[in-house]
């Protein structure tokens, strides 16, 4: 199976290597699923997002809030403390890359819940 087998919301057409690995070795983990989890390590690793940041600057349920402005779709201005430059690309992205996005938010809302200084 070749990377060229599945179609995906990302800028280069195709389901990132990891994700098409993980959804082949454990079948219980989706394509979406995996989607989800790519997002939610590259807000960790590309994007330079800590849980104790979240921790930090999100406490109002901002994360929640971006996931749910992201749903609804249309615009809505930033959550507080967010940059709008940041923003403004997440809403520009189309509704498939939003969907992922919603979902790496809430799963970085419950990393938030559950970090212990």
Do not use: C
């Not at 997002?39 to 800590?50: C, F, M, S």
């Amino acid at each position: 199976m070749s990377d060229g087998d599945f179609q995906n919301p990302n800028s280069e057409g195709f389901i990132p290597v990891d994700v098409i690995n993980s959804y082949l070795y454990n079948p219980f983990i989706t394509v979406g699923v995996s989607l989800i989890n790519h997002e939610r390590g590259d807000q960790l690793i590309k994007h330079g997002r800590t849980i104790k940041q979240d921790y930090e600057l999100n406490a109002d349920y901002q994360l929640v809030e971006g996931a749910i402005k992201l749903l609804k779709g249309g615009y809505h201005p930033a959550p507080e403390g967010w940059d709008v430059n940041v923003w403004e690309k997440m809403l520009d992205k189309n509704e498939q890359e939003k969907l992922i996005i919603a979902g790496a938010l809430v799963a970085a809302e419950i990393d938030r819940l559950n970090y212990k200084e």
